[in-house]
C-alpha cells in the first residue's frame, strides 16, 4: 500500500525557484508518478510526471523548460525543481502515483492516479 508525503512549498517572488518533494511508502519499482497542482477556481491540471520503470518523462506545455521532475529510487523520492516561477503557478501541488501500472498511456492518463499526497501550497507574488 503506497502512502505520500509531500513537503517544499512555499512562498517566492515571481522568477523565483522551489524544490517539491514526494516520499513514498512502500514499492514504487513500477509506476508513474508526479505532480499535479489546482488553484482556486480552476480544473486540477497534470504538471509533470515520471516514469520509475525507465525514467521517462511527461510535462505540462505550460511548465516546460521552467519545472523538472526526478526521481531518487534509492529513498523513493520525486523532485519537482520549479524555476522562474510565475504568479499562474500559484496553486496546491499534490503528488500522486499510479498503482495498477506504467508505460506512456497510463502516465498521461489523470483517472490512472489512485493514490494522493495531503498537497503542499505553492504561492508566487
Known amino acids: 500500500h503506497v502512502q505520500l508525503v509531500e513537503s517544499g512549498g512555499g512562498s517566492v517572488q515571481p522568477g523565483g525557484s522551489l524544490r517539491l518533494s514526494c516520499v513514498a511508502s512502500?514499492?514504487?519499482?513500477?509506476?508513474?508518478m508526479g505532480w499535479f497542482r489546482q488553484a482556486p477556481g480552476r480544473e486540477r491540471e497534470r504538471v509533470a510526471i515520471v516514469d520509475t520503470f525507465d525514467g521517462t518523462t511527461y510535462y505540462a506545455d505550460s511548465v516546460k523548460g521552467r519545472f523538472t521532475v526526478s526521481q531518487d529510487n534509492a529513498t523513493a523520492t520525486v523532485f519537482l525543481q520549479m524555476n522562474s516561477l510565475q504568479p499562474d503557478d500559484t496553486a496546491m501541488y499534490y503528488c500522486a502515483a499510479t498503482t495498477t501500472g506504467w508505460g506512456p498511456i497510463v502516465c498521461v492518463t489523470d483517472s490512472a492516479y489512485n493514490v494522493w499526497g495531503q498537497g503542499t501550497q505553492v504561492t508566487v507574488s
Open positions: 512502500g514499492s514504487t519499482d513500477s509506476v508513474c
